[in-house]
Structures are given as structure tokens and as C-alpha cells.
């Protein structure tokens, strides 16, 4: 354990500090640094960190959603040299005190991690679970300049906030959301109201998408939601399509697709999460779309959510 240890919660003024901490992560795919001072200024959102003596060695990031009564885990890394010593698990341990005490409502903890359920104990419950494929795409002078697609004359149209919220949200609708999560650009949160404007506070570039026959009174059938993002080298496009129909996700991930390009002119990185029984049909059309010529340029990870009842402390994996 290291000697001297601090916790605190952040301020704006550690911002270079937490350069250093993130510094090479993910590749250019870091999405902490340019998030990090719209975190400071957004209420239930909390950043604590751990210091030995006056190096930073560890932070963590929670936000408090679901009407108050859940903390999600939103951000968690070591600095190398202290890897191993049991920071980073006291630094869990008193964020979610801190939690609990300014939150007396919250009931569970919630996170996503690559962690399949057989490396965790069974106080987690294993809630949701999707493969997720990413590649990049060209900026636009560089990538096909018109895209086809034709798939039994589906369509498939952006909709409302409001439709959201008072349709897609609605309970007979829930079926869609197997584990009663939303995946948003890998943020797991229940289909409130008040986490779509949670969500609009940190990002308002949301893009919503349903069939067209949807809008037109039928029951949706399937829901897409892409939000586009600034990350440390590259601007993300990151989709989560819900459907148990493989043509209405095969409609919605080109409809994603066209448009985080026409949004996005520059080199990005395009990432679409979904049920596992769809992943082999995502490569193939990823794959025609931009022209790859081997799936080794398509990243498949898997993602799994868990939740845990508090205040039961969790333990560290």
C-alpha cells in the first residue's frame, strides 16, 4: 500500500494532472480528458482522486442517475506505478461512502466492464451484455463518396426526445431492453426521462432513430441511439441498437452509419453495440461499406453490466 495516501474529490485545477494519469490510454481513444471539465460543472457527477505524497495514483468517476437511486461508475484508472497496491479499491470503497451519504436514496451501484460473470463473485448481478464492433472511417475525401443500401424497402427515421420518453420508454415497449438498461455510448442507464436530460447535460449531440412505421402509430419494433463524441485524438460515433430483428438491425446500423458521416468529415472511430446474435451480420456490412478486406479491421470486444444492492461495499476486480 502506498505511504501517505490522499483522497479527495477533483477540481478543475488538477485537469494537467489528470493529462499525466491518462496519458497514452486507449490510443488516442481516451474519452476522459475533453469530457472532464463538462464533469467538473455538472451537478451528480462526482471525480475523486487518490494521491501518494503529491503524485496522483489513482482516480474514479461516478454519476448519480435513475431518479436518485443509482451510482454508475463512469471512470476508473492507475497510475503503473501504483498498480498492485490496493488504491484503486479504497478509492471505490469511498466514493460510494460519499455517495451513499449525500444520496440517502440510492439502492445499487451499477458499471460496465469487459469482466465476463465467472471472474466476479455472485453479488453481482450480470444485468446486460453486448458485443460491440469499432472501426475507423476515413475522413470524407478519402472514404466512398455515396453509400447503398436496400433491404425490403425498410426505413428507418430519426425521432424526438419526447417520442423517446413517451413512447419508446412506455412499458409495453420495455421488451426491447431486456435488462431494463440502455447502453449509451457505455453508459448504462435505466429508460427515464431524466436520464435522457442527464445525458444531454454531458452531450447534446444524441441521435435518435426508430423505424418509420413506428412514427406513424405502429408499436417499435426497434430503437437506435448514436451519440457523437469528442475523444482525445479522434471524434466517436458510438450507436447501441435494440431490436430482435436481424433486417431492422441491419437498417439501422447503415442508417447510423451514413449519418455519423455526414456529421463528421474527419478520420473518427465508429463503434455499434448490439446482441451478440447480431455481430457476424454487423462485420459483413461494416465490412461492404468500407471496403475492408479482412474482419481483423473490425475490433470485437464484449461489454458486460453489472449492478450490485448498497450499501453493501463492492469488492475490487
Not at 494521491?51 to 468517476?61: D, H, P, R, V
Not at 426508430?210 to 485524438?233: D, H, I, M, T, W
Request: proline share 4%.
Amino acid at each position: 500500500m502506498a505511504q501517505n495516501l490522499t483522497i479527495r474529490l477533483a477540481r478543475s485545477t488538477d485537469y494537467d494532472q489528470i493529462l499525466k494519469l491518462s496519458k497514452g490510454i486507449y490510443d488516442g481513444h481516451d474519452y476522459l480528458p475533453p469530457r472532464y471539465h463538462t464533469w467538473m460543472a455538472m451537478k451528480n457527477l462526482h471525480v475523486m482522486l487518490a494521491f501518494s505524497g503529491n503524485k496522483l495514483a489513482s482516480l474514479i468517476a461516478c454519476s448519480i442517475i435513475d431518479e436518485g437511486k443509482t451510482v454508475v461508475i463512469r471512470a476508473g484508472r492507475t497510475s503503473p506505478e501504483f498498480r498492485g497496491q490496493g488504491i484503486y479499491k479504497l478509492l471505490q470503497r469511498a466514493i460510494l461512502d460519499f455517495s451513499l451519504k449525500r444520496y440517502p436514496i440510492i439502492q445499487k451501484w451499477r458499471l460496465l466492464t469487459v469482466f465476463s460473470p465467472e471472474m466476479l463473485d455472485n453479488s453481482y448481478e450480470n444485468v446486460d451484455e453486448q458485443d460491440s464492433l469499432t472501426c475507423m472511417v476515413l475522413s470524407s475525401t478519402k472514404r466512398p463518396q455515396s453509400f447503398s443500401f436496400n433491404l425490403d424497402s425498410l426505413e428507418i427515421q430519426s425521432c424526438t426526445k419526447e417520442y423517446v420518453c413517451n413512447v419508446i420508454f412506455q412499458k409495453e415497449i420495455e421488451k426491447l431492453f431486456p435488462g431494463k438498461v440502455i447502453q449509451a455510448d457505455r453508459f448504462p442507464i435505466e429508460p427515464f426521462r431524466s436520464n435522457i436530460d442527464y445525458l444531454m447535460q454531458e452531450n447534446d449531440s444524441l441521435y435518435f432513430a426508430v423505424e418509420k412505421c413506428a412514427l406513424n402509430g405502429c408499436r417499435p419494433r426497434s430503437f437506435s441511439l448514436g451519440v457523437r463524441s469528442q475523444y482525445v485524438k479522434f471524434m466517436n460515433w458510438c450507436v447501441t441498437i435494440y431490436s430482435n430483428d436481424p433486417q431492422l438491425y441491419q437498417a439501422h446500423l447503415f442508417h447510423q452509419f451514413k449519418r455519423s458521416c455526414e456529421e463528421i468529415k474527419s478520420e473518427f472511430s465508429f463503434v455499434c453495440s448490439h446482441d451478440q446474435k447480431f455481430t457476424r451480420g454487423g462485420i459483413k456490412l461494416l465490412k461492404e461499406l468500407l471496403m475492408l478486406q479482412s474482419d481483423e479491421d473490425i475490433k470485437l470486444k464484449k461489454a458486460f453490466v453489472y449492478e450490485q444492492k448498497l450499501p453493501q461495499v463492492p469488492c475490487h476486480f
